[in-house]
């Protein structure tokens, strides 16, 4: 029995952490109640709620789990068979993943995309900074991909951008077009974003705007690619989710920056 099977059964699918508080839907799964209350928060008002995991519709709310709802034998037999690997670092997986560290790829910059110096933060130029030409930088919008990409497993990563000016964040296909009006983000199938457009902040996917309001400018991005899911937190006190998008990946996915005006975005650390 594997350590992972420990972290599968106490971990909650929202914010893949070991559960705080954990609470329980009608069709069995389970849930943080902060990470779950979120999730219906944005379903508010329109109908009956799903749940995030199964999409099975719900009309009696959460509950507390019963002890039985959870494999208590799997457990026990996990924690005893496994503790010389939870001690020697897998503990620390099970507890939460740690955030993917990425940099920016200036191969992908925008001629219009000013990188910082550790590659953490693009900020839009005013002037064409003439970057050699290569086949994979963008040239319609002021954009930029990470230098690596996932093409499987759990991942996420976290940004911030800033309050004036327009910038997007998200995570797209290598394939996606490098110029034309189909190269930006979320406009296609081939990218998601978050984006924020002068005081408009909406999630985009194949040119469909879904409103939403951050209270906060920091973001968590976090990929299940078996899963299909590609969610977005905001990192206020408590984390709060904002979206998940759901689909069949086919591609290795790059975390992927829209900057403009005088936005900015940046990787932190």
Same mark, same amino acid.
């Given at each position: ?8 059964? $106490? ?71 496994? $503790? ?16 993917? @560290? ?8 925008? @001629? ?81 974003? $978050? ?38 937190y905001e990192l206020s006190e408590p984390i709060r989710h904002l979206h998940t998008f759901t689909a069949s990946f086919t591609e290795p996915l790059h975390p992927a920056f829209y900057v403009n005006g005088n936005g900015w975005v940046r990787i932190c650390s």
């Amino acid at each position: 029995m594997a350590a992972a099977d420990l972290r599968d059964e $106490l971990s909650c699918s929202i914010c893949l952490s070991v559960y705080t508080d954990p609470v329980s839907l009608p069709c069995s799964h389970n849930f943080c109640r902060g990470c779950i209350g979120g999730v219906l928060g944005t379903q508010e008002g329109s109908g009956a709620y799903s749940c995030p995991e199964c999409r099975a519709e719900e009309t009696e709310g959460i509950k507390v789990p019963a002890v039985g709802n959870l494999d208590v034998d799997r457990i026990s037999e996990t924690l005893l068979t496994g $503790l010389a690997g939870i001690v020697t670092g897998i503990k620390g997986r099970i507890y939460g993943q740690e955030a993917t @560290d990425l940099v920016l790829d200036i191969n992908t910059a925008s @001629d219009y995309v000013a990188l910082s110096e550790d590659r953490k933060t693009a900020s839009r130029s005013e002037t064409a900074l003439c970057y050699p030409h290569t086949p994979e930088r963008f040239i319609e919008y002021a954009q930029v991909l990470s230098t690596r990409g996932f093409p499987s497993g759990r991942h996420y990563w976290e940004v911030e951008g800033s309050e004036s000016g327009s910038w997007a964040v998200g995570a797209a296909y290598p394939s996606i077009e490098r110029e034309g009006d189909k190269s930006g983000l979320g406009i296609t199938i081939e990218s998601w974003g $978050l984006c924020k457009y002068h005081d408009n902040i909406n999630m985009l996917h194949d040119s469909i705007e879904t409103p939403v309001s951050p209270s906060c400018r920091r973001f968590r991005i976090s990929l299940d690619y078996e899963a299909g899911h590609l969610s977005f937190y905001e990192l206020s006190e408590p984390i709060r989710h904002l979206h998940t998008f759901t689909a069949s990946f086919t591609e290795p996915l790059h975390p992927a920056f829209y900057v403009n005006g005088n936005g900015w975005v940046r990787i932190c650390s």
